[in-house]
C-alpha cells in the first residue's frame, strides 16, 4: 500500500521534472544552423573538392599515380625546342603541354594523396563542398587549357617535329658515317 | 428563418474557431517540438518563422490522391474520418465560449459531451476495420480499448464538479464560479478537486490518444495505427479531429476547474468579450501543455497503460468522489 501511494507521488514528481526540463531547453538557443544561409567554419585542413592550378601544372603525373581510385587522367605533351612554357610560379621549368587534366570527382575518395607528391603545390584540396550536379558527366572536371581539338592538334605538331627529328637523325648518323668513317678506327674493326 | 440563420451562425462559430485554431496549434505544435529537441523548426515558408507551413501542409494534404485499399469496405472506410470529426465537432455545440455565446444552451451539457465524444470510438474502430490492415485494426483496438478505460475516471472527474456545482449545464457551471481566481472550481475542498483535475487532465490525455498515451498510433510499432491507410483530406480529417479534440478536453478542464471564461481578478477584465479570451486562453494553456508532454514523456506500454487507468486513476476517483460528496452533504 505504501509502495502504491509513493509509485504514484514518483509518477507525479519525475513528470513534473521532465517537464522542467524540456521548458528549459525550449528557451535554449538553437543548436542547429539555417544551413544554406549559415554556414559553419570549416576546419583549416579540411579536404573537400579538388583544385588544380593549370599554369603551375608541369606534367609530372605524380599525383595521377598516387591516386588510389584512379581518378585523375593525365595527358601530356612535349614541348617544341621553339616553344618556351616558362617557368613556375616554384621556380620548375615547364617542359611539357599538359593537354589533358580531368579529374573525376564523383570517384574521388578525398584521401589528399595527390596533393603530397605535386613538386609545385598546384593541386590541392579547397573548401568547396556543394557541388552536387545534375548530370554524372559534369562531375568530370577539365582543368587543362586544351580544348580536345587543340591537344590532338598540339599532338599532331610534336608528331610531325619528332617524325622531322627521326628524318633528320636517319639522315645525320648517314652523313656522318660517311664523313667519319676513314677516320674511325673503332668501327672498322 | 432568422431562427434557421440563428443555428447556421451559431454552428458555423465553432467550426471556423477549429480551423483557425488548428492551423495555429499545428504550428505551436512542431515549434515547440523543435524548440525542446534545440532546433529551429519551420523557419522559410511565409516569412516569420514558417507561419504559413500549415497552411501549405494543409493544401498538400487537399491536393493529393484519395487512395482506397482493395478489398477495404468502402462505405466505413469513407464514414469514418467524418464521423471522428463531427463527433468532436458536435460536442463543442455545448462549450460556453463566453457568457453571451453558447451553440446549445443544454441543461445536460456535460452528459452530453461525454455521450458524444464515445462516438469517436466507434469512428476510430470502422477506421482501423474497414482499411483491411493489420496494423490499423491493431491500433483501432487499443485505441478502442484506450478510451474506454479511460472515460470512467474522466467521467468520475466530471461527476465530482457535478456535484459541487449541482448542475449539468456547462454555462451555469461557469456562472457558479464567478468572482475571481479563489472561486473557482479547483480551489474548493482542498486538495480535493485538485486531484480530480489530475485525474480528469490525465485520463483526458488518454482519451485524445496524446503521448504518453499514444499506444493506438505508436509509429515504431503500427506505421501509423487506425489511420494507416488513409490519405489525402480523409487523413486531414483524423488530424482536425485529433487537434479539436485536444482543444475540447482542455476547455472542459478550463470550465469545470477553473472558471471558464470568468476572469481570474473577479469583475476586472470581465465581460463577453474578454470571456472569450479568458476561455480560449484557459484552453490554449492546456493544450500547450499536453503539447509539452509529448515531447517530454515516453509512451506508456499496454500493461502501464491499463494499470493507469483500472489500478490508479479509477479507485482514486471513486475515493474522491465520496469524499467530496460527502463534504458538500456535510456542508
Redesign the interface.
Known amino acids: 500500500m505504501k509502495e502504491y501511494f509513493k509509485n504514484i507521488f514518483v509518477a507525479l514528481w519525475t513528470i513534473l521534472v521532465g517537464l522542467r526540463l524540456t521548458f528549459k531547453h525550449l528557451f535554449v538557443r538553437a543548436v542547429t544552423i539555417q544551413y544554406p544561409d549559415v554556414k559553419l567554419k570549416l576546419p583549416e585542413r579540411a579536404r573537400n573538392r579538388l583544385y588544380v592550378n593549370i599554369d603551375d601544372c608541369i606534367g609530372c603525373k605524380q599525383c595521377e599515380m598516387a591516386c588510389p581510385v584512379d581518378c585523375i587522367t593525365i595527358e601530356t605533351v612535349k614541348a617544341l625546342p621553339n616553344e618556351d612554357l616558362g617557368v613556375t610560379s616554384t621556380g620548375n621549368k615547364k617542359r611539357l603541354w599538359v593537354t589533358k587534366f580531368d579529374i573525376d570527382i564523383s570517384k574521388c575518395c578525398y584521401c589528399g594523396l595527390c596533393v603530397y607528391p605535386c613538386p609545385t603545390e598546384c593541386i590541392y584540396m579547397t573548401d568547396v563542398y556543394e557541388f552536387s550536379e545534375y548530370n554524372r558527366h559534369s562531375l568530370i572536371y577539365h582543368f587543362s587549357n586544351f580544348t580536345p581539338e587543340e591537344a590532338e592538334l598540339k599532338k599532331k605538331q610534336v608528331e610531325q617535329f619528332e617524325l622531322e627529328q627521326k628524318m633528320k637523325k636517319a639522315v645525320k648518323p648517314v652523313e656522318q658515317a660517311v664523313a667519319n668513317n676513314p677516320a674511325n678506327p673503332e668501327e672498322k674493326s | 428563418m432568422t431562427e434557421l440563420l440563428n443555428m447556421l451562425i451559431a454552428s458555423v462559430i465553432p467550426l471556423l474557431f477549429i480551423l483557425v485554431y488548428a492551423i495555429v496549434i499545428l504550428w505551436t505544435e512542431i515549434k515547440?517540438a523543435?524548440?525542446?529537441?534545440?532546433?529551429?523548426g519551420y523557419?522559410y515558408t511565409g516569412g516569420f518563422h514558417g507561419w504559413a507551413q500549415p497552411i501549405a501542409d494543409l493544401l498538400k494534404l487537399l491536393s493529393k490522391e484519395h487512395i482506397t485499399p482493395a478489398n477495404s469496405d468502402k462505405i466505413l472506410f469513407i464514414l469514418a474520418p467524418v464521423i471522428v470529426f463531427a463527433a468532436s465537432y458536435a460536442a463543442y455545440a455545448a462549450l460556453p465560449f463566453t457568457s453571451t455565446f453558447i451553440a446549445a444552451n443544454l441543461n445536460v451539457g456535460v452528459f452530453y459531451i461525454i455521450a458524444i465524444t464515445s462516438f469517436v470510438v466507434i469512428g476510430i474502430l470502422m477506421a482501423g476495420w474497414s482499411s483491411n490492415n493489420k496494423y490499423s485494426l491493431l491500433g483501432a483496438m487499443r485505441s478502442v480499448a484506450q478510451i474506454v478505460s479511460y472515460e470512467i475516471p474522466t467521467a468520475l472527474s466530471i461527476l465530482t464538479v457535478v456535484i459541487v456545482a449541482g448542475t449539468l449545464n456547462l454555462q451555469e457551471v461557469c456562472e457558479a464560479q464567478k468572482g475571481g481566481l479563489f472561486n473557482w472550481n479547483i480551489f474548493k475542498y482542498p486538495p480535493f478537486m485538485f486531484i480530480a483535475f489530475?485525474i480528469y487532465f490525465v485520463a483526458s490525455l488518454a482519451e485524445v490518444n496524446r503521448t504518453p498515451f499514444d499506444i493506438p498510433e505508436a509509429e515504431s510499432e503500427l506505421v501509423a495505427g487506425y489511420h494507416t491507410e488513409y490519405t489525402g483530406m480523409k487523413f486531414a480529417m483524423f488530424y482536425l479531429a485529433e487537434y479539436a479534440n485536444m482543444f475540447l478536453v482542455s476547455g472542459i478542464a478550463a470550465i469545470l476547474f477553473f472558471g471558464g471564461w470568468n476572469s481570474p481578478f473577479g469583475e476586472f477584465m470581465s465581460g463577453p468579450a474578454w470571456g472569450v479570451f479568458w476561455f480560449v486562453s484557459k484552453g490554449l494553456l492546456f493544450v500547450f501543455l499536453q503539447i509539452?508532454?509529448r515531447?517530454?514523456?515516453p509512451r506508456l506500454r499496454v500493461d502501464q497503460l491499463m494499470y493507469v487507468s483500472w489500478k490508479?486513476l479509477t479507485p482514486i476517483s471513486f475515493a474522491n468522489i465520496m469524499i467530496v460528496g460527502l463534504w458538500a452533504i456535510l456542508k
Request: hydrophobic share 60%; no cysteine.
Open positions: 515547440v523543435s524548440h525542446v529537441q534545440d532546433r529551429l523557419m489530475l509539452m508532454l515531447w517530454t514523456l490508479v
